[in-house]
């Protein structure tokens, strides 16, 4: 049996056993943990807090609907090159001066293990994790320009995480390691709430759990607030100084929690019984 | 010993292979799984499904599989359960002795059991040896043995058995069988997209550029090109009325989707009744009449044809002709035949469940065109052969 270091959460991360799980299956097998679940139940701070809990380096990689899989690697800055050869400027023989690692590359070149974040994958082209399948396999790729292999001495850790806004292809799939994170629990919501707003009042606790999680169950909504909203909801809560809630129409700072028009006017109609919100 | 477990996922349609074999193997044998069941579970659902649609699947296929385990534990009479049911406390472990426990694997423990129930008369209390409360044996409630099988209710630790979990089955929200909504039909339909470069020249084509440069001895030449965009054009023809009365919902959640979905080019929609015979209609009140060969004129090859509708009709609804006129001496199949024979995409999405399709119009009328389920699952592989055509499966 190897032993490695094993994630356990960290003091402002609090995890699931099956989550753990995941994030340890990924890390002993050396495999990309994919990571899905409603937007709000805190995918990305995941990569921080195995970052934090492993004291490993983070790196981040925000990937865009223009973001191709070369970014990631490596850019080639042939217009900076282009430029200086015109004005005389810079070693324009040195084509590793115009050689700009990406985050994918940096994590491979880092003489010390990292934890990459490779975020909302789904957002980018629909073959853009199909280009990664091969670096992401061998943990090394070749800068053609220059013939310099770049390869990975540790294997980083690599987080991925995805808003199912696409499929993604099957055999990127199977080569991850993947957690779905549930929708916490009313227990486990008490801690991480805990965790955020430490000292709050009990009863306090008790009424805005009660009315998020009736919130949530409300028929017609179509954003349903999630963990990041129901944070931001108590912090707006404290600092108003309102120490009571519940849940009718004159529900304090109600925008914090519900973001869509057509769910404030659901809310209305259950609740107010009139078309506050109606426009 | 999970390679027959692997079986009993793919009869579930968890894509799950050799990799994933592999994979839990290696996990294993680096002792993830912590030498207990809900470990295995942990580990082989993080290995094994790969996306949330199945994650319920393998929970059904967890839970049958290794229910003989909990089965058994069921069968154990009335008697055992009540001695349970008030559990003593449990006494604290020294390492030597846990280290005794985590040794048992599953197929031993499960064999023991069985063993033990039959021999068990009585009731036990911390002991570790017969299914009672608060000891170290495998069985039992409220004791602690990580390779053991917790007998009617939660263990000492507060963790519920991972077949207990399994048995929950809460991801079957998020089947991809179960329900459709406008939020994943626009993720399904949002494959559809094929990009060209079309319109004024906008973008810089560096390569281009710097092979121009070259040529021009070092003096800069720009060379632009057009930007790519979306060519994907959409005609999408929906049945209305009598029989699809019931799928109206599910009808009407496709048409929102496709209607919000900004990536295409262009998005027809056109009504019809039962089949397409010579017309199609704008409305679905059977207003703005428009001919099915005049459609073709306008509309070249490339437009995916997606036709709607549950294909249940009288067989002479399907193969009879009603009047003299060349159109209308047509028969409805002999028109999907033309439209599929016109257009080189085309397919047809059926709300009806799969079973019923067998000895009806349905069946003819999939011989002609490439029919799927309105499910997000069908929706997704009528979307591939929209893109290139892919062989349907079984």
Same mark, same amino acid.
Request: charged share 30%; proline share 4%; hydrophobic share 40%.
């Given at each position: 049996?190897?032993?490695?270091?094993?994630?356990?959460?960290?003091?402002?991360?609090?995890?699931?056993?099956?989550?753990?799980?995941?994030?340890?299956?990924?890390?002993?097998?050396?495999?990309?943990?994919?990571?899905?679940?409603?937007?709000?139940?805190?995918?990305?701070?995941?990569?921080?807090?195995?970052?934090?809990?492993?004291?490993?380096?983070?790196?981040?990689?925000?990937?865009?609907?223009?973001?191709?899989?070369?970014?990631?690697?490596?850019?080639?800055?042939?217009?900076?090159?282009?430029?200086?050869?015109?004005?005389?400027?810079?070693?324009?023989?040195?084509?590793?001066?115009?050689?700009?690692?990406?985050?994918?590359?940096?994590?491979?070149?880092?003489?010390?293990?990292?934890? =990459?974040?490779?975020?909302?994958?789904?957002?980018? #082209? !629909?073959?853009?994790?199909? /280009?990664? *399948?091969?670096?992401?396999? %061998?943990?090394?790729?070749?800068?053609?320009?220059?013939?310099?292999?770049?390869?990975?001495?540790?294997?980083?850790?690599?987080?991925?995480?995805?808003?199912?806004?696409?499929?993604?292809?099957?055999?990127?799939?199977?080569?991850?390691?993947?957690?779905?994170?549930?929708?916490?629990?009313?227990?486990?919501?008490?801690?991480?709430?805990?965790?955020?707003?430490?000292?709050?009042?009990?009863?306090?606790?008790?009424?805005?759990?009660?009315?998020?999680?009736?919130?949530?169950?409300?028929?017609?909504?179509?954003?349903?607030?999630?963990?990041?909203?129901?944070?931001?909801?108590?912090?707006?809560?404290?600092?108003?100084?309102?120490?009571?809630?519940?849940?009718?129409?004159?529900?304090?700072? =109600?925008?914090?929690?519900?973001?869509?028009?057509? #769910? !404030?006017?659901?809310?209305? /109609?259950? *609740?107010?019984?009139?078309? %506050?919100?109606?426009? | 010993?999970?390679?027959?477990?692997?079986?009993?996922?793919?009869?579930?349609?968890?894509?799950?292979?050799?990799?994933?074999?592999?994979?839990?193997?290696?996990?294993?044998?680096?002792?993830?799984?912590?030498?207990?069941?809900?470990?295995?579970?942990?580990?082989?659902?993080?290995?094994?499904?790969?996306?949330?649609?199945?994650?319920?699947?393998?929970?059904?296929?967890?839970?049958?599989?290794?229910?003989?385990?909990?089965?058994?534990?069921?069968?154990?009479?009335?008697?055992?359960?009540?001695?349970?049911?008030?559990?003593?406390?449990?006494?604290?472990?020294?390492?030597?002795?846990?280290?005794?426990?985590?040794?048992?694997?599953?197929?031993?423990?499960?064999?023991?059991?069985?063993?033990?129930?039959?021999?068990?008369?009585?009731?036990?209390?911390?002991?570790?040896?017969?299914?009672?409360?608060?000891?170290?044996?495998?069985?039992?409630?409220?004791?602690?043995?990580?390779?053991?099988?917790?007998?009617?209710?939660?263990?000492?630790?507060?963790?519920?058995?991972?077949?207990?979990?399994?048995?929950?089955?809460?991801?079957?929200?998020?089947?991809?069988?179960?329900?459709?909504?406008?939020?994943?039909?626009?993720?399904?339909?949002?494959?559809?997209?094929?990009?060209?470069?079309?319109?004024?020249?906008?973008?810089?084509?560096?390569?281009?550029?710097?092979?121009?440069?070259?040529?021009?001895?070092?003096?800069?030449?720009?060379?632009?090109?057009?930007?790519?965009?979306?060519?994907?054009?959409?005609?999408?023809?929906?049945?209305?009325?009598?029989?699809?009365?019931?799928?109206?919902?599910?009808?009407?959640?496709?048409?929102?989707?496709?209607?919000?979905?900004?990536?295409?080019?262009?998005?027809?929609?056109?009504?019809?009744?039962?089949?397409?015979?010579?017309?199609?209609?704008?409305?679905?009140?059977?207003?703005?009449?428009?001919?099915?060969?005049?459609?073709?004129?306008?509309?070249?090859?490339?437009?995916?044809?997606?036709?709607?509708?549950?294909?249940?009709?009288?067989?002479?609804?399907?193969?009879?002709?009603?009047?003299?006129?060349?159109?209308?001496?047509?028969?409805?199949?002999?028109?999907?035949?033309?439209?599929?024979?016109?257009?080189?995409?085309?397919?047809?999405?059926?709300?009806?469940?799969?079973?019923?399709?067998?000895?009806?119009?349905?069946?003819?009328?999939?011989?002609?065109?490439?029919?799927?389920?309105?499910?997000?699952?069908?929706?997704?592989?009528?979307?591939?052969?929209?893109?290139?055509?892919?062989?349907?499966?079984?």
């Amino acid at each position: 049996m190897t032993e490695f270091r094993r994630f356990r959460g960290t003091d402002r991360y609090l995890t699931s056993d099956s989550l753990e799980s995941a994030v340890n299956c990924a890390l002993a097998l050396g495999r990309p943990l994919l990571v899905k679940g409603e937007p709000g139940t805190g995918k990305s701070l995941l990569a921080e807090a195995i970052a934090e809990g492993l004291a490993l380096p983070l790196l981040t990689w925000h990937v865009k609907s223009t973001t191709r899989a070369q970014d990631g690697l490596y850019v080639y800055d042939t217009v900076q090159r282009l430029y200086d050869s015109r004005f005389g400027d810079g070693n324009v023989k040195d084509i590793r001066q115009y050689i700009k690692l990406g985050p994918l590359g940096q994590s491979f070149a880092s003489a010390n293990r990292v934890v =990459l974040l490779i975020d909302e994958v789904d957002k980018a #082209d !629909l073959e853009f994790p199909n /280009d990664l *399948l091969h670096e992401l396999d %061998r943990m090394r790729f070749r800068i053609s320009e220059t013939n310099d292999d770049v390869v990975a001495t540790e294997r980083p850790v690599v987080i991925i995480t995805s808003n199912n806004e696409k499929e993604l292809p099957d055999a990127f799939l199977r080569r991850c390691v993947f957690h779905f994170i549930d929708f916490p629990e009313k227990s486990l919501m008490k801690d991480i709430v805990a965790v955020h707003h430490p000292g709050l009042d009990k009863a306090l606790i008790e009424q805005t759990l009660a009315v998020f999680y009736e919130l949530r169950e409300l028929r017609g909504i179509r954003k349903r607030p999630s963990t990041s909203e129901l944070i931001d909801w108590i912090a707006a809560l404290r600092t108003a100084g309102i120490d009571t809630v519940k849940l009718d129409k004159e529900l304090p700072f =109600l925008g914090a929690l519900l973001k869509k028009e057509q #769910d !404030l006017a659901a809310f209305a /109609d259950q *609740l107010a019984g009139g078309r %506050r919100f109606r426009s | 010993m999970f390679v027959e477990f692997l079986y009993e996922l793919r009869k579930r349609k968890v894509p799950v292979g050799a990799q994933e074999a592999v994979a839990v193997a290696e996990a294993l044998a680096k002792g993830l799984h912590d030498s207990s069941l809900d470990g295995f579970y942990q580990v082989a659902r993080a290995l094994m499904v790969h996306s949330e649609q199945h994650l319920d699947d393998f929970d059904i296929a967890f839970g049958q599989y290794f229910r003989g385990i909990q089965a058994t534990a069921i069968e154990i009479n009335e008697e055992l359960l009540s001695w349970l049911k008030d559990p003593k406390p449990m006494r604290e472990l020294t390492p030597e002795e846990r280290a005794m426990l985590e040794t048992l694997d599953l197929d031993e423990v499960r064999r023991m059991l069985e063993e033990r129930i039959k021999e068990q008369r009585e009731r036990h209390d911390g002991g570790n040896r017969w299914v009672g409360t608060g000891g170290t044996s495998p069985f039992g409630k409220g004791g602690e043995n990580p390779s053991g099988i917790n007998i009617g209710g939660s263990s000492g630790r507060g963790k519920g058995g991972a077949v207990q979990t399994a048995d929950a089955r809460k991801y079957k929200p998020y089947r991809a069988d179960a329900s459709l909504d406008i939020r994943q039909i626009e993720v399904a339909l949002r494959k559809l997209r094929a990009f060209a470069r079309e319109g004024t020249e906008r973008e810089l084509d560096l390569d281009k550029t710097i092979d121009e440069t070259a040529r021009n001895a070092g003096e800069l030449e720009v060379v632009v090109r057009p930007p790519r965009r979306n060519n994907t054009r959409v005609i999408l023809m929906m049945d209305v009325g009598g029989s699809m009365e019931p799928h109206r919902e599910y009808v009407s959640q496709l048409f929102t989707a496709a209607k919000r979905a900004t990536h295409w080019r262009e998005l027809r929609t056109y009504y019809f009744h039962n089949c397409v015979y010579g017309k199609v209609w704008k409305t679905d009140g059977f207003q703005d009449v428009v001919s099915v060969n005049e459609l073709m004129q306008q509309c070249n090859a490339q437009y995916k044809l997606v036709l709607l509708g549950d294909a249940l009709m009288a067989p002479y609804e399907l193969l009879g002709v009603s009047g003299f006129s060349a159109e209308e001496r047509m028969t409805g199949l002999e028109w999907l035949i033309k439209l599929t024979s016109h257009f080189e995409r085309t397919v047809w999405l059926n709300p009806e469940p799969v079973r019923t399709w067998r000895g009806n119009t349905i069946e003819a009328v999939s011989r002609v065109v490439p029919m799927f389920p309105l499910t997000v699952e069908g929706l997704g592989e009528s979307v591939d052969q929209l893109i290139k055509g892919r062989s349907r499966r079984g």
